[in-house]
T-cell receptor, first 113, second 108 residues
Framework: DQQVKQNSPSLSVQEGRISILNCDYT??????FLWYKKYPAEGPTFLIS?????DKNEDGRFTVFLNKSAKHLSLHIVPSQPGDSAVYFC????????????FGTGTKLQVIP | NAGVTQTPKFRVLKTGQSMTLLCAQD?????MYWYRQDPGMGLRLIHY???????AKGEVPDGYNVSRLKKQNFLLGLESAAPSQTSVYFC???????FGPGTRLLVL
């Protein structure tokens, strides 16, 4: 049972335009969400996060939006740059205990120059 | 400050062979994790540790064992490798999940 889903395995965007990566979750107990970026042959690197008490968090070109009622979050990259081409994973944490992290399956973003 | 390191980077095993993957972190983190990444499956948690001397099972623990004898090291063992264990293995450290560079394992 995939509790965190990224339904788009890939996405292509023109340089300078907005990239929107989507993530849906089913577990209402998740209360912290993260996005990771992964280049080939490297480990994932943390990008941005959001707590369930917020609906938006911004860091430079990256903004994460959370819609708790829809159990949906999205990552916006504006403007997109060729260096943003990577696989993006969303992840969710259920606090309490050891804070298990559940990852989505990833979306491969290609930014076309 | 190396962060999270993994050894080896790549390994080929024959079915039935054993090996140990080492994860080391220099950030004094209590939490450490082992994941495997397979195409279309995302990152799946194998085992984790919340501190020295502690380990616990994740989503896909079968066929693996772990040990956390020292706080900075988290070892993942395969006692009898199977082709289904062909994967890329990532170690992560800390609640913010600082990842190592990965170990690519091929089991023939």
């Amino acid at each position: 049972d995939q509790q965190v889903k990224q339904n788009s395995p890939s996405l292509s965007v023109q340089e300078g335009r907005i990239s929107i990566l989507n993530c849906d979750y089913t577990n209402s107990m998740f209360d912290y969400f993260l996005w990771y970026k992964k280049y080939p042959a490297e480990g994932p690197t943390f990008l941005i996060s959001i707590s369930s008490i917020k609906d938006k968090n911004e860091d430079g070109r990256f903004t994460v939006f959370l819609n708790k009622s829809a159990k949906h979050l999205s990552l916006h990259i504006v403007p997109s740059q060729p260096g943003d081409s990577a696989v993006y994973f969303c992840a969710a944490i259920q606090s309490g205990g050891y804070q298990k992290v559940t990852f989505g399956t990833g979306t491969k973003l290609q930014v076309i120059p | 400050n190396a962060g999270v390191t993994q050894t080896p980077k790549f390994r080929v095993l024959k079915t039935g062979q054993s090996m140990t993957l080492l994860c080391a972190q220099d950030m004094n983190h209590e939490y450490m994790y082992w994941y495997r990444q397979d195409p279309g499956m995302g990152l799946r948690l194998i085992h984790y540790s919340v501190g020295e001397g502690t380990t616990a099972k994740g989503e896909v623990p079968d066929g693996y064992n772990v040990s956390r004898l020292k706080k900075q090291n988290f070892l993942l063992g395969l006692e009898s490798a199977a082709p289904s264990q062909t994967s890329v293995y990532f170690c992560a450290s800390g609640r913010a999940q600082y990842f190592g560079p990965g170990t690519r394992l091929l089991v023939l």
